[in-house]
């Protein structure tokens, strides 16, 4: 092969700029000085969050229909309005979970589509829906939810001198208007105590002896509670609406509404059929701290605000409240959201500093010099000053993405200056010259470097927003890092130059090896080190998992007592296990809740509430494991005789790329039995010789209750002018009542609840009468047919398929997550995308084909080297994996440039090839070095994780390993390759 043709290819704007910086120092320091202190500035004012602001549309469509089971609930209400949403263009997923009562699908929408545009046609598929439901079913509501699910905090509203329905009445008008007031806050929602009502309990009797029915009641009730719009008024100057109001504001008023439409001649009032009076919800949520019962308020941050700084601010509203004279009542923070990102960050922070610093020692190590070693550290905290103010001026804040890319940029920052460092000890007294000299280099190594990751953006789904402040960050940081390398390194190292070219021992050695051998015998070597890495390479076999959980210093346990159990004995069973897990050392404080409402949309969207569970949260001591601590309160748990699963809570990133299902791996199929089959039979493989009764408490929704089915005789229904609706709805009203609305003034209302009879026992259930349309009573007996069965408490449907959750926890091993096929083809393109973008960028950069090809070859063993580590590290490949081989990608690249563009220049001269690879190689062996090792120390804080706190630690370890084999690769295989290609030259 011919040489190819050599050309001075350095652009001659950059030698000027190189030119000016050098003769006006002063200048260059300045504006230096400048930025450290603009970036100190701007930094305090950035916003804080955890993951970057991701705009994905969720809303839940609530269908309530009191008294019909969940069995019921999936035909007749969750599958038609599944149907009709699923013609809503945009729509991601859809994910169904049918109770007892009531019906909540979940449709999420592709990020990027407008939420405003998103609403308006989820409410018009809802209008479309509803003319399918059955008669008498109320039309559905529409909820928004945030992307993360998890609260930004948690308040425990604990009485003092007064009893669990005022504390609730405290914290229903007080304070949560309170927290509405405060910036950033979306959904609020209140939890456990007793709520105070308004009771209207019908008499059969007296309904039958008026012949009125009770149907009429609830319409009049419904219709009397409410301000009823009636149209408006335009005036030239102003428009004013005109209100009905029908509303009552006392018990008193409500038992003197006058029913219309029975058999007497005079009218009737509400007080002539029914009692009134006050009293309490029945209980079915209860929130307790510390193993006593209090009032939980859980806030949600609005979509697209931080909800690390919502917390923060109902921290200090916690404080504010605490401080004034409140008696009844004690406000405490039982889970802080902000908590995990202030252990994220300030870790971030550390291995920063610590990287920062190794890095400094290592550059010590070479140069020996303090002054040019500082000059190469100086460029650390300069060139994150500038990222930082961009990202300012480009309006990104401060979350776990864009900070790591700045921490995985670390070891990224000092390269190029340490070849610029390196190239003016070997030319001191023309600086202009010996920057010049490796500008293109470093120029063509960050554009490289740079260039792998801008496919990250085209991630599949929500994946590429998430991503985004990522790629942005380390772009700028590269592009930050390539211009304070050619203009303030070399200003300071000039300022502050000595002698400095003194290698360690090691080094010189390697030096004088090259010297000696110049790639004559490297090709076997090389083909000697390709086999034994691509063998290691091929012999693992690392899962793909999209997400892995972190150690946020919570741990949640899911305790199921049995679906039938009493309110009372929840009480006491959520008063043992918090006394059991409170015992542990590692524990700071436990808050357990049970149960749900149906105007909670975080219950009705939640895959792992399930009837009869109760759920405490678990937050540690600082510094405890959670994994660790995990494992010891499962075995307590298990030696106490109590059934668990004990859990590590989903990362965020989990809960905005898999949303509720972020909590386990779904198993879908055409029924659920099947789908629990299919998902038990999995468990089977990936559990021999453990019991299926111990795995099956893995899956969810799997609890069963005890129910009491009412088979109507439609024909006898018929007769006494009934219809099954009716039939559902007396005997839900007299058995849990129904809210048939609200009384009393703003910030004093109160739900006035239907009752009928009195409250029937299961054996009295037969003979509660009902009253016909004549006005006879009939006993239920004769109307229905009254049968006990086990039922699903709860169905999930995903997709509209019926689905299983497999949960992983200390117990049943569970198979990783995957992503769709779809998303994994797409996150393939990404690679591929990226390898070919930098090929291109080598071939313009050397206008030639085979160094290009020479450099790609690098990769391979880049990549091996990189799952090595992994391996050994014991970590999972997840997609801070696959960025930490897209920033390996573009680090392989580097050496090879700087030393094929070395062996150009010198061919230039006129040596000779071997000459060629002799000087080459040992002028350009100690800058490699430097880079890799200060890439490897660098990084290393950040991949030593043992308590798998941070996302970005598995991208550390793969830099490192392939780093290192990249590096080998390169000083072994290039030389060899580069002699190979080109023919010696006569003399």
Same mark, same amino acid.
């Given at each position: 092969?011919?040489?190819?043709?050599?050309?001075?290819?350095?652009?001659?704007?950059?030698?000027?700029?190189?030119?000016?910086?050098?003769?006006?120092?002063?200048?260059?320091?300045?504006?230096?000085?400048?930025?450290?202190?603009?970036?100190?500035?701007?930094?305090?004012?950035?916003?804080?969050?955890?993951?970057?602001?991701?705009?994905?549309?969720?809303?839940?469509?609530?269908?309530?229909?009191?008294?019909?089971?969940?069995?019921?609930?999936?035909?007749?209400?969750?599958?038609?309005?599944?149907?009709?949403?699923?013609?809503?263009?945009?729509?991601?997923?859809?994910?169904?979970?049918?109770?007892?009562?009531?019906?909540?699908?979940?449709?999420?929408?592709?990020?990027?589509?407008?939420?405003?545009?998103?609403?308006?046609?989820?409410?018009?598929?809802?209008?479309?829906?509803?003319?399918?439901?059955?008669?008498?079913?109320?039309?559905?509501?529409?909820?928004?939810?945030?992307?993360?699910?998890?609260?930004?905090?948690?308040?425990?509203?604990?009485?003092?001198?007064?009893?669990?329905?005022?504390?609730?009445?405290?914290?229903?008008?007080?304070?949560?208007?309170?927290?509405? $007031?405060?910036?950033?806050?979306?959904?609020?929602?209140?939890?456990?105590?007793?709520?105070?009502?308004?009771?209207?309990?019908?008499?059969?009797?007296?309904?039958?002896?008026?012949?009125?029915?009770?149907?009429?009641?609830?319409?009049?009730?419904?219709?009397?509670?409410?301000?009823?719009?009636?149209?408006?008024?335009?005036?030239?100057?102003?428009?004013?609406?005109?209100?009905?109001?029908?509303?009552?504001?006392?018990?008193?008023?409500?038992?003197?509404?006058?029913?219309?439409?029975?058999?007497?001649?005079?009218?009737?009032?509400?007080?002539?059929?029914?009692?009134?009076?006050?009293?309490?919800? $029945?209980?079915?949520?209860?929130?307790?701290?510390?193993?006593?019962?209090?009032?939980?308020?859980?806030?949600?941050?609005?979509?697209?605000?931080?909800?690390?700084?919502?917390?923060?601010?109902?921290?200090?509203?916690?404080?504010?409240?605490?401080?004034?004279?409140?008696?009844?009542?004690?406000?405490?923070?039982?889970?802080?959201?902000?908590?995990?990102?202030?252990?994220?960050?300030?870790?971030?922070?550390?291995?920063?500093?610590?990287?920062?610093?190794?890095?400094?020692?290592?550059?010590?190590?070479?140069?020996?010099?303090?002054?040019?070693?500082?000059?190469?550290?100086?460029?650390?905290?300069?060139?994150?000053?500038?990222?930082?103010?961009?990202?300012?001026?480009?309006?990104?804040?401060?979350?776990?993405?864009?900070?790591?890319?700045?921490?995985?940029?670390?070891?990224?920052?000092?390269?190029?200056?340490?070849?610029?460092?390196?190239?003016?000890?070997?030319?001191?007294?023309?600086?202009?010259?010996?920057?010049?000299?490796?500008?293109?280099?470093?120029?063509?190594?960050?554009?490289?470097?740079?260039?792998?990751?801008?496919?990250?953006?085209?991630?599949?789904?929500?994946?590429?927003?998430?991503?985004?402040?990522?790629?942005?960050?380390?772009?700028?940081?590269?592009?930050?890092?390539?211009?304070?390398?050619?203009?303030?390194?070399?200003?300071?190292?000039?300022?502050?130059?000595?002698?400095?070219?003194?290698?360690?021992?090691?080094?010189?050695?390697?030096?004088?090896?090259?010297?000696?051998?110049?790639?004559?015998?490297?090709?076997?070597?090389?083909?000697?080190?390709?086999?034994?890495?691509?063998?290691?390479?091929?012999?693992?076999?690392?899962?793909?998992?999209?997400?892995?959980?972190?150690?946020?210093?919570?741990?949640?346990?899911?305790?199921?007592?049995?679906?039938?159990?009493?309110?009372?004995?929840?009480?006491?069973?959520?008063?043992?296990?918090?006394?059991?897990?409170?015992?542990?050392?590692?524990?700071?404080?436990?808050?357990?809740?049970?149960?749900?409402?149906?105007?909670?949309?975080?219950?009705?969207?939640?895959?792992?509430?399930?009837?009869?569970?109760?759920?405490?949260?678990?937050?540690? $001591?600082?510094?405890?494991?959670?994994?660790?601590?995990?494992?010891?309160?499962?075995?307590?748990?298990?030696?106490?005789?109590?059934?668990?699963?004990?859990?590590?809570?989903?990362?965020?990133?989990?809960?905005?790329?898999?949303?509720?299902?972020?909590?386990?791996?779904?198993?879908?199929?055409?029924?659920?039995?099947?789908?629990?089959?299919?998902?038990?039979?999995?468990?089977?493989?990936?559990?021999?010789?453990?019991?299926?009764?111990?795995?099956?408490?893995?899956?969810?929704?799997?609890?069963?209750?005890?129910?009491?089915?009412?088979?109507?005789?439609?024909?006898?229904?018929?007769?006494?002018?009934?219809?099954?609706?009716?039939?559902?709805?007396?005997?839900?009203?007299?058995?849990?009542?129904?809210?048939?609305?609200?009384?009393?003034?703003?910030?004093?209302?109160?739900?006035?609840?239907?009752?009928?009879?009195?409250?029937?026992?299961?054996?009295?259930?037969?003979?509660?009468?009902?009253?016909?349309?004549?006005?006879?009573?009939?006993?239920?007996?004769?109307?229905?047919?009254?049968?006990?069965?086990?039922?699903?408490?709860?169905?999930?449907?995903?997709?509209?398929?019926?689905?299983?959750?497999?949960?992983?926890?200390?117990?049943?091993?569970?198979?990783?997550?995957?992503?769709?096929?779809?998303?994994?083809?797409?996150?393939?393109?990404?690679?591929?995308?990226?390898?070919?973008?930098?090929?291109?960028?080598?071939?313009?950069?050397?206008?030639?084909?085979?160094?290009?090809?020479?450099?790609?070859?690098?990769?391979?063993?880049?990549?091996?080297?990189?799952?090595?580590?992994?391996?050994?590290?014991?970590?999972?490949?997840?997609?801070?994996?696959?960025?930490?081989?897209?920033?390996?990608?573009?680090?392989?690249?580097?050496?090879?440039?700087?030393?094929?563009?070395?062996?150009?220049?010198?061919?230039?001269?006129?040596?000779?090839?071997?000459?060629?690879?002799?000087?080459?190689?040992?002028?350009?062996?100690?800058?490699?070095?430097?880079?890799?090792?200060?890439?490897?120390?660098?990084?290393?804080?950040?991949?030593?994780?043992?308590?798998?706190?941070?996302?970005?630690?598995?991208?550390?370890?793969?830099?490192?390993?392939?780093?290192?084999?990249?590096?080998?690769?390169?000083?072994?295989?290039?030389?060899?390759?580069?002699?190979?290609?080109?023919?010696?030259?006569?003399?």
């Amino acid at each position: 092969m011919e040489d190819r043709p050599q050309s001075d290819r350095r652009p001659e704007s950059v030698n000027r700029l190189i030119s000016w910086t050098l003769s006006h120092p002063v200048a260059v320091l300045s504006t230096t000085a400048l930025i450290l202190i603009l970036a100190a500035l701007s930094i305090q004012d950035m916003p804080v969050s955890f993951m970057p602001e991701v705009d994905v549309p969720a809303f839940v469509v609530r269908t309530e229909f009191p008294g019909l089971p969940a069995a019921e609930i999936i035909d007749l209400l969750t599958i038609p309005v599944e149907r009709a949403l699923s013609g809503v263009s945009s729509v991601s997923s859809l994910i169904s979970t049918s109770r007892s009562g009531v019906s909540a699908v979940e449709v999420r929408f592709h990020p990027g589509t407008v939420r405003e545009h998103a609403l308006a046609d989820v409410r018009q598929s809802v209008d479309s829906a509803y003319r399918a439901l059955p008669d008498g079913v109320e039309r559905p509501s529409v909820l928004s939810i945030p992307v993360f699910r998890e609260p930004s905090a948690v308040i425990a509203v604990i009485p003092r001198s007064v009893d669990l329905a005022a504390a609730r009445d405290r914290a229903d008008r007080g304070i949560r208007s309170a927290l509405q $007031q405060i910036d950033g806050t979306g959904t609020i929602v209140v939890r456990g105590g007793d709520r105070e009502e308004i009771h209207v309990r019908a008499d059969p009797a007296r309904l039958a002896a008026t012949g009125t029915a009770f149907g009429m009641i609830r319409k009049t009730l419904q219709s009397s509670v409410f301000e009823y719009s009636a149209g408006s008024i335009q005036t030239a100057e102003r428009e004013m609406r005109v209100l009905t109001d029908a509303s009552v504001d006392s018990s008193g008023a409500l038992g003197q509404l006058v029913l219309t439409g029975g058999l007497e001649a005079y009218p009737l009032v509400l007080g002539d059929v029914a009692d009134v009076a006050a009293g309490t919800a $029945q209980r079915t949520v209860l929130f307790s701290y510390l193993g006593r019962e209090a009032v939980g308020i859980a806030v949600y941050a609005r979509p697209g605000r931080s909800p690390a700084q919502v917390a923060d601010r109902v921290r200090a509203f916690l404080t504010d409240y605490n401080r004034r004279d409140n008696r009844d009542v004690h406000l405490v923070l039982a889970f802080d959201g902000a908590e995990a990102l202030r252990t994220a960050l300030r870790d971030l922070l550390i291995a920063a500093v610590l990287g920062s610093f190794c890095a400094f020692c290592v550059i010590k190590l070479f140069v020996r010099s303090s002054g040019p070693a500082f000059a190469v550290f100086c460029s650390i905290p300069i060139t994150m000053a500038i990222a930082i103010l961009t990202m300012q001026q480009l309006g990104l804040g401060i979350n776990l993405m864009s900070l790591s890319g700045l921490a995985v940029a670390v070891g990224m920052i000092v390269d190029s200056s340490i070849v610029v460092a390196d190239s003016l000890d070997l030319n001191p007294e023309q600086p202009a010259a010996a920057v010049t000299e490796v500008a293109f280099a470093g120029l063509s190594g960050t554009a490289t470097t740079a260039v792998v990751f801008l496919p990250l953006v085209g991630l599949p789904g929500v994946l590429g927003d998430v991503y985004r402040d990522l790629v942005i960050s380390v772009v700028i940081t590269l592009i930050a890092s390539y211009a304070v390398s050619i203009i303030v390194v070399p200003t300071i190292w000039t300022a502050l130059k000595s002698s400095s070219r003194h290698s360690p021992s090691a080094v010189r050695w390697i030096e004088d090896m090259a010297v000696r051998t110049g790639g004559v015998s490297l090709l076997p070597a090389s083909f000697v080190f390709a086999c034994i890495t691509l063998s290691l390479s091929g012999a693992l076999s690392l899962p793909f998992a999209p997400t892995e959980s972190l150690d946020s210093g919570v741990i949640t346990v899911h305790t199921g007592i049995g679906a039938n159990s009493s309110f009372r004995v929840l009480q006491e069973r959520t008063r043992v296990i918090e006394n059991v897990l409170t015992a542990h050392d590692a524990v700071l404080d436990v808050n357990s809740t049970s149960g749900g409402e149906i105007d909670d949309p975080m219950f009705l969207v939640s895959i792992d509430h399930e009837p009869g569970e109760i759920r405490s949260t678990v937050r540690l $001591q600082p510094g405890r494991s959670s994994f660790v601590v995990a494992k010891e309160l499962s075995d307590i748990l298990e030696q106490a005789a109590i059934p668990a699963r004990v859990l590590i809570p989903p990362s965020p990133l989990a809960h905005i790329v898999r949303g509720e299902l972020g909590r386990g791996e779904p198993v879908r199929a055409q029924s659920f039995a099947e789908a629990h089959a299919a998902a038990l039979r999995v468990l089977v493989e990936n559990n021999p010789g453990v019991p299926e009764t111990g795995l099956a408490a893995a899956i969810v929704p799997a609890v069963r209750v005890e129910s009491v089915y009412l088979r109507p005789r439609m024909s006898v229904l018929h007769r006494y002018g009934l219809s099954s609706v009716d039939l559902t709805r007396l005997i839900y009203a007299g058995t849990t009542g129904l809210i048939a609305g609200r009384i009393g003034r703003p910030g004093n209302e109160r739900d006035v609840r239907l009752l009928y009879g009195g409250a029937p026992q299961l054996t009295a259930l037969s003979d509660l009468q009902i009253v016909g349309a004549a006005g006879e009573l009939v006993p239920l007996h004769i109307l229905a047919d009254i049968e006990h069965e086990e039922a699903p408490a709860t169905s999930l449907r995903i997709d509209q398929l019926d689905a299983v959750i497999m949960q992983a926890g200390h117990g049943p091993r569970v198979p990783d997550p995957v992503l769709p096929d779809r998303d994994m083809q797409r996150l393939s393109a990404v690679f591929a995308i990226s390898v070919a973008v930098l090929f291109l960028v080598l071939i313009l950069h050397f206008d030639a084909i085979f160094p290009a090809c020479a450099i790609l070859l690098m990769l391979p063993f880049s990549w091996a080297g990189a799952l090595l580590a992994l391996n050994i590290a014991g970590r999972t490949l997840t997609l801070e994996s696959a960025v930490g081989l897209l920033v390996l990608t573009g680090l392989t690249v580097n050496p090879g440039i700087i030393l094929i563009e070395t062996y150009d220049a010198l061919r230039k001269t006129g040596a000779g090839v071997t000459e060629t690879l002799q000087t080459g190689t040992a002028r350009r062996i100690r800058p490699v070095l430097m880079t890799g090792i200060t890439t490897i120390i660098a990084l290393f804080p950040l991949a030593v994780d043992p308590g798998l706190r941070s996302v970005q630690s598995n991208a550390a370890t793969v830099i490192i390993g392939g780093v290192l084999s990249g590096t080998i690769a390169t000083l072994v295989m290039i030389p060899a390759l580069y002699r190979w290609s080109v023919r010696e030259r006569p003399r």
